[in-house]
């Protein structure tokens, strides 16, 4: 078991010190998990030093409505922090066979292509077009290409959920999903080998359940125009 391993069965899966076994606490200290768990609020200064972290009201791109927004690029825009979260990532997956990375445009397209790098495995991206996600650019996937697919952010997951629709509809097959923020509001299932580098739960709302403090507030749908 490694130290990302570690990082998560804490941080996604919740799980407590206690629920280790003999021989898996004494892999690590307490002190190592106890620093992993305390860097959750690292996370947070750093995306909010950046910028990264929003407060307002936005509108995502599933339609629903939050009080707070990522925008991982303001953050991913530093040498420093792109190399960290990429290194994260890759660590995480290293033990992996692994043919491609791909991420969603746009935002998971700088973070790919460092993660891609950091691994030294070929990367490419995918985009809507008709409100479809697709292959454009010459990109394609051969059948039983291993893909790590790589986000910055998961609120719904829809972005993820198409993303992996349409690897399998050229036949290949999903290794991993990497992300740096899960913000869902409640558990979504993406994959058997899902991993987030911090969970930072976020309010989302129906357009028709939007809070009465959010209602006289103007709401912009953020992205490249944020």
Known sequence: MTIFDWVNNVLVHK?????FTED???KFSPFIINRWLSMDKD???IFEETQALMHGHFILSSGLHSDTYFQ???VLQYPKYLSMFGEILSNHFSHLDIDKVISPAIGGIVL???VGRQLNKKTIFSERSEGKM??????NINENEKI???EDVLSTGGSIKEVIDLIAQFKGNVVGVGVIVDRSLS???IHDNFFSITSQKAKIFDKDNIPSELQGVPAIKPGSNV
């Open 15 to 19: 799980k407590h010190w206690d629920s």
């Open 24 to 26: 898996e606490q004494k």
């Open 43 to 45: 996370f947070i200064k």
């Open 72 to 74: 991982c690029a303001k």
């Open 112 to 114: 790919g292509t460092e």
């Open 134 to 139: 697709k292959l454009r650019r010459g990109f």
């Open 148 to 150: 790590l697919i790589i």
């Open 187 to 189: 558990p979504v299932f």
